[in-house]
Structures are given as structure tokens and as C-alpha cells.
């Protein structure tokens, strides 16, 4: 819309073409609750007020706000495609998506991440893009992509790019390692989130000052304070594996508030299709007593000025029109959602048609080489061994030192004592790769669990009981060319197949869903007493998170940050 145009709608001069009557407008730039109409032409809203339009929608006293905004997510990890995300969120009132594609960049690098741009082209959201920094996220692993610099630099031109994703080698920053230096300095005066749990002191103050402006890994009510006060802005996470909103919602002072973004990380299908998305977030923030405007600002406006989108997360003439019509504050229930002036989904199903794009193509990832991997046997020696030791329902692990079970000089797993064979096999690049390692806190009986899903390098990772069904499960991930898998006495129990680089499945939400219930009851059904035991999995591989992990290169000590032999060194 010409300018000319714009300004003579907004005087009223001619007629726009959608009237919202008689609607409790959320105002983020006051705090007030109006009671008004909003003006719509085409993609924008051209003013406040009663206006001469070609169409009315009476609104009746529902509240509108400016469409939601999820501060950073992994879209991969709903393990569906972003079309089929976006028919997930949108009825729930989100409009705009930060999106760091660093687990299907771990696969394909540049590709992955030109992927996911793709195949956001007509969807109903708005995908915005930060360039993923940490692939891989360690030299302690083998990923499929190695991003440098360089690589990023053919990505800085693309509209939908804003800035540099989730600096999780905090290490490298404080060290000046010349690649981060070179990453930091291309991404220039645009905004580059941070990634650093437990930072603090002149080390925090150090990160800050190289560029990070926001944090999703405060986990608890001080460390968020102190990265705040050093300027930062708190994400505010409420994902599946982590959530840690509600403890740090005491940081949304009235003071404090618009420095406070809501984010969800990493949410799976059920959450998705059970709770919702930031609706759940806003809905949450206000159950727990923050004011209604502050929590609804914390997803729209907030966020929107943090990454520079000034045409978002407001309803005020000139900007995007994209609303959200809600019942009440106390149930939030999403009735209607306007996307660029258009009415895209009412009563959380999405009412437009035709909008599919055809998704891009992408060769296959799973890439194993079967001679170099003879068998997943571990000779047994005397002494204790390094034992992974899960923590439920969260990231972190212990290291345990424990005495190992024999057979016939191997070390196998000890049903009885709920210490199983874990190993990853590397997926890449067919290099022969096989970490093996012992976890406690699975609770298999029999059988064994297997995934392609695995952070953040994604190789193949599997828990068994014995080797032979450790192998079966290995042998199915890789017939389905990636996915999830239980396996049982040399049966397939359950699978979900994920042939998008091993991580997404083409199917719609509430099937993937299905299939995850399905592998979740079957794994239990073998004695597995975690509530997500394949989420718990997927994390058993992340050497950014302490205390011990595993990799396709070995046991990972992660405090120290160097590959440590099974059993403790003489």
C-alpha cells in the first residue's frame, strides 16, 4: 500500500475493508483495555475508532490482541513440517515464529536451514529466521554440516534472516576463538541470542559485552536477575523438556517486564495439541498473577522490538494485521485469528484453504557404515565404571562410578540393577563411529529403545537389554531412513518413521502423536518408568549439558569438555 493511500484511509477519506466492532482492544503500548473498533486495510490496520468500511465483523465484546510470537523455538523438534506446524499454532493464536533450524542444520547445514525457509513460503505465519551458530555444537561429536562463517555468509541476505541463533559455545566466546570472533563480528549490529546456563560474574559480564542480548536457559529466579541486570533479555522457556516459566515469572516486575520475552524451545506434539503454544504461556503468566497486558505484551510486543520487527506485535495504525480475538483473560479460549487482515482460523481449526506449499526436496540422511561396526560389544575390565545417570524430566545427568555386570568377559547390561548398554552410532557421513556407554535410569526390562532424534548432532542412539535387539532397533532406523523404534525379543513393537533428515515426518500433527503414544506405551509396557522416554533419549547426547553424555566419538565428560574413557582411569 502506497503511503498516499495509507494515510487517507487512516483519515477516513475512504473506505477500509474490514471494521472489528465493539472489542476490548489489549493496548501493549499503555497497558489499557480499550473499548473501540479497529480498522483494517489489506495487510495493515490504518486506525482506531469507527471507521467506513466495506465489511464489519461484530466482535461483541471479545477481546483483541496483536498476534502472538514464540521468541525462539526449534520447529523440527514437533517433529512435523512447518506447514503442518503452522496449522498446529495458528489456530492457537500465534502468528510469528523465531525459528533457530540448528537440529536439521546439524543434518544438512545450509541446505537444512534453506529448507526450512522453503518451506515456510505461504504459510499462514510469519517464520522469521537466526542463523544457527553451533553446528556442530561440539568437536566432541560428528554432525552432518560444519557451519563456519563463511558458510553463514550466503544466508545473511535472505529477508527472513534477522540475526545470529543461540551462541551456545560460551567457551569459544570467552577464549576468543577466531571462528566465533568471525561469526560475531558478521552478524554485525543485529541481534544474537545467547545460550549460557549458569554464567555469572565478569565471565557473564565478558559474554554481554561480545554481543549476546538474550538468554532461554535461566533455570532459576537469580541467575535470570543477574543476566537481566547486565542487560539481557530473559526468555522465558516453557517447552517439554524444560520448563522453567513459572520460576522465573517473579522476574516480570512492572519495572522489569519489557525486557521479558516468552519462548517455547522445544514442544512436542502433545503439548502442541493438548495445552497450546504461547496462548498456554500467556494463560500460565496470568494464572500465576502476573497483570494480563504485561503477559500478553511478553509474547507480542516485547519480542517484536527485540528482534527489530516494528511492523509486529502491536495493534496501532500502520502495523501488520495480524490478531487475535480470545474469550476472557481467566480462560484465554482463541476464537478467532486474523492473519494480515484476513480471517485464517476461527474456533481452533484454520478456515482458509489452498494455502499448502509443496515442500522442498532433500536427499536421505542416514548414512551408516556396517563394516566398521562389527558389534556394540564392550570388553569388561576390573574396577568401577563411568555410568550416565538420568535425571527425570531433566537435561542435566549424573556421572556415576559403578561396577560393571560380566558375561563371558563382555560387559553387558544388569537388568537387576537398571544399568543398560547405551551407544550412538554415527549417521553422517558413514564414518563407522560407535560410542558405547551404560545408562541407569531407563528401567528396561527387556528390549531395547532406538531414535535418529538425538541432539544436537542427531546420530542414531539406543538403549537395550541386549545387543541382538540394540541392533535390530538400529537396523529398522535405518529401513525407515530415520525415526523412533521399540523392539522387543527381535520385534518391531512400535516405530515413527522420520525420513525428513531423520528428524520430521510428512504426516499431520495428530498422527505423529499417535505413533509417539504408541512408542511411549510399548517402551513402558518393556519397564521403562519415564513419562517420555524417548525425549529423555534424544538428550543423552548433548555434551553442552552436564554431567556426562555419550557421542558417536565416546563417554563425554562435560564438565571438563573432553572424551573420558568407560572405565575410570588407572
Keep these: 500500500m502506497d503511503l498516499e493511500k495509507k494515510i487517507a484511509l487512516a483519515r477516513g477519506e475512504k473506505k477500509a475493508d474490514l ?64 506447514p503442518e506446524y503452522a496449522r498446529a499454532v495458528v489456530p492457537r493464536g500465534t502468528t510469528t515464529v523465531i525459528i533457530d533450524p540448528h537440529e536439521i542444520a546439524n543434518v544438512f547445514g545450509i541446505n537444512g536451514i534453506r529448507y526450512m525457509i522453503n518451506a515456510s513460503h505461504g504459510c499462514p505465519l510469519n517464520v522469521f529466521v537466526m542463523l544457527s551458530s553451533c553446528v556442530p555444537a561440539s568437536d566432541l561429536e560428528t554432525s552432518g554440516a560444519d557451519l563456519t562463517s563463511r558458510d553463514l555468509s550466503f544466508l545473511w541476505g535472505e529477508e527472513q534472516v534477522l540475526g545470529l541463533a543461540e551462541m551456545m559455545n560460551y567457551p569459544g566466546v570467552l577464549s576468543r576463538d577466531p571462528e566465533v570472533m568471525a561469526k560475531l563480528k558478521a ?25 549476546m542480548r538474550s538468554d532461554h536457559e535461566c533455570s ?103 490478531l487475535v480475538v480470545f474469550n476472557n483473560f481467566k480462560e484465554f479460549k482463541i476464537e478467532q485469528v486474523f492473519k494480515d487482515g484476513r480471517l485464517v482460523a476461527k474456533n481452533g481449526k484454520m478456515v482458509i484453504k489452498g494455502w499448502e506449499p509443496e515442500l522442498p526436496l532433500l536427499r536421505g540422511s542416514i548414512n551408516v557404515n556396517w563394516a566398521g561396526m562389527d558389534d556394540l560389544s564392550v570388553k569388561a575390565q576390573k574396577g568401577k565404571a563411568r555410568v550416565i545417570g538420568v535425571v527425570p524430566g531433566q537435561l542435566i545427568t549424573r556421572q556415576l562410578m ?24 554415527e549417521r553422517h557421513t558413514a564414518s563407522g563411529n560407535v560410542g558405547l556407554g551404560f545408562v541407569r535410569g531407563f528401567g528396561l526390562r527387556s528390549g531395547a529403545i532406538a531414535s535418529s532424534v538425538a541432539h544436537d548432532s542427531h546420530n542414531i542412539i539406543i538403549v537395550g537389554t541386549t545387543d541382538e535387539d540394540m541392533m535390530t532397533a538400529v537396523i ?71 554431567a556426562l553424555k555419550i557421542t558417536d566419538k565416546g563417554l563425554v565428560d ?10 575410570k582411569d588407572n
Design 402 to 425: 559403578l561396577s560393571l555386570k560380566s558375561n563371558n568377559g563382555r560387559a553387558v547390561s544388569d537388568i537387576r540393577r537398571d544399568i543398560l548398554k547405551i551407544a550412538v552410532i
Design 558 to 567: 562435560t564438565i571438563r569438555f573432553k572424551i573420558v574413557p568407560l572405565f
Design 220 to 322: 532459576t529466579l537469580s541467575e535470570a536477575r543477574e543476566k537481566l541486570a547486565r542487560g539481557m533479555f530473559i526468555m522465558l522457556r516453557e517447552g517439554t523438556a524444560a520448563k522453567n516459566l513459572k520460576a522465573l515469572l517473579p522476574l516480570c516486575t512492572p519495572t522489569a517486564n519489557r525486557r521479558c520475552l516468552l519462548a517455547t524451545d522445544d514442544r512436542h506434539p502433545g503439548d502442541l495439541l493438548t495445552e497450546g503454544h504461547i496462548d498456554f504461556l500467556i494463560r500460565t503468566a496470568i494464572g500465576e498473577g502476573i497483570d494480563p497486558v504485561d503477559a500478553v505484551r511478553m509474547g507480542t510486543l516485547n519480542p517484536a522490538r527485540y528482534f527489530g520487527l516494528d511492523h509486529l506485535g502491536a495493534i496501532a495504525p500502520g502495523y501488520q494485521a495480524d
Design 187 to 211: 552478524a554485525g549490529e543485529r541481534p544474537i541470542d545467547g545460550h549460557a546456563p549458569g554464567l555469572t560474574g565478569k565471565d557473564l559480564n565478558a559474554y554481554v559485552a561480545a554481543g
Design 476 to 546: 529398522e532406523i535405518v529401513r525407515l531412513g530415520g525415526g523412533q523404534v521399540v523392539v522387543d525379543q527381535d520385534m518391531i513393537k512400535a516405530a515413527l518413521p522420520l525420513p525428513i533428515a531423520g528428524l520430521i515426518s510428512p504426516k499431520p500433527l495428530s498422527e505423529v502423536r499417535r505413533a509417539i503414544i504408541r512408542l511411549n506405551k510399548a517402551a513402558h509396557s518393556l519397564g521403562c518408568a519415564l513419562k517420555d522416554p524417548f525425549m529423555t533419549l534424544s538428550f543423552m547426547a548433548l555434551p553442552p549439558i552436564p
Design 19 to 82: 471494521l472489528l466492532k465493539n472489542c476490548r482492544l489489549v493496548n501493549v503500548f499503555s497497558g489499557q483495555i480499550e473499548k473501540t473498533s479497529v480498522a483494517i486495510a489489506g495487510e495493515v490496520v490504518v486506525g482506531i475508532g469507527d471507521y467506513r468500511t466495506k465489511k464489519t465483523i461484530d466482535l461483541k465484546g471479545a477481546y483483541l490482541a496483536p498476534g502472538f510470537m514464540d521468541a525462539h523455538v526449534h520447529i523440527e523438534s514437533s517433529m512435523v513440517t512447518v
